[in-house]
């Protein structure tokens, strides 16, 4: 079985310019804990995961883990916090994205995809066609795979 039989064909995806702010909303409205990072011909130059947004220094202090899912929730933050969240929000994609990132052409067999997963340790791998995003498989794809049809 290739990869493009199993990949997620519709993928949120942003641009290098986009800020963090934008990309823990589309995380949140979509329900996906990672979002590849294209370029204007949809090269796949980075992948922004929860990981990566929840590793963010701030300025000089760091708020904790609740206070920072408090704020993408919309609630508040202390008082100590807000200047070093405010600054953290308007980071863009490629100030935070993993880069490189490990691809995988859509031609190639599942089991290629899962070794590259699990060497690489990465929960969600990008497909590529001709060099630009086509799709985007995940852990989750593979579990679906091993339910029967």
Request: glycine content about 6%; overall charge positive; charged content about 30%.
């Amino acid at each position: 079985m290739k990869i493009k039989d199993l990949m997620k064909e519709k993928v949120v995806m942003v641009r290098p310019d986009t800020t963090v702010e934008k990309i823990a909303f589309l995380l949140v409205k979509y329900d996906i804990s990672g979002i590849p990072v294209v370029d204007a011909e949809n090269r796949v130059v980075g992948v922004v995961s929860e990981s990566d947004l929840l590793r963010q220094r701030v300025k000089s202090a760091n708020p904790s883990f609740w206070e920072f899912c408090s704020m993408l929730m919309g609630g508040g933050l202390q008082d100590g916090h807000r200047d070093e969240m405010k600054w953290l929000m308007e980071r863009t994609a490629k100030d935070i994205m993993t880069s490189p990132v490990t691809t995988v052409d859509e031609n190639a067999d599942v089991m290629e995809a899962g070794r590259l997963m699990l060497e690489h340790r990465i929960k969600r791998l990008p497909v590529t066609r001709d060099g630009k995003l086509a799709g985007i498989v995940s852990r989750h794809s593979f579990v679906r795979l091993a339910l029967p049809s």
